[in-house]
């Protein structure tokens, strides 16, 4: 099973940015995609991007598109998620998840495996 660890949460300022890692332990196949989500106190936890591990084709939320920027590297089985232009709705724990779809997808319940969380806190 895959197994994944996000890394990169941090405090910042309004306009600030940050990069979050999400490493997978086991191996990730070509049916594989991996997203990011977040849970704000008070919120559920809610799609942010995804990106297909073969392909490399990216989606986002409308709330982040421009700002955010997900991308992978094969080799190391690391997905990372470039936060651009912070705002403090952004804040957030940041989660990392895999789902073995074989398509991309923002739905929640297709994700099987989850990372721990990464705290991003956005003062303004």
């Known amino acids: 099973q895959v197994q994944l660890v996000e890394s990169g949460g941090g405090l910042v300022q309004a306009g600030g940015s940050l990069r979050l890692s999400c490493a997978a332990s086991?191996?990730?196949?070509?049916?594989?995609?991996i997203g990011w989500f977040r849970q704000s106190p008070g919120k559920g936890r809610e799609f942010v991007a995804t990106?297909?591990?073969?392909?490399?084709?990216?989606h986002y939320a409308d709330s982040v598109k421009g700002r955010f920027t997900i991308s992978r590297d094969n080799a190391e089985n690391t997905v990372y998620l470039q936060m651009n232009s912070l705002k403090p709705e952004d804040t957030a724990v940041y989660y990392c998840?895999?789902?073995?779809?074989?398509?991309?997808?923002?739905?929640?319940?297709?994700?099987?495996?989850w990372g721990q969380g990464t705290q991003v806190t956005v003062s303004s």
């Open positions: 998840a895999a789902a073995d779809t074989g398509l991309w997808t923002m739905q929640e319940d297709e994700y099987d495996a």
């Open positions: 086991g191996r990730i196949f070509g049916s594989y995609a």
């Open positions: 990106i297909t591990w073969n392909g490399g084709s990216t």
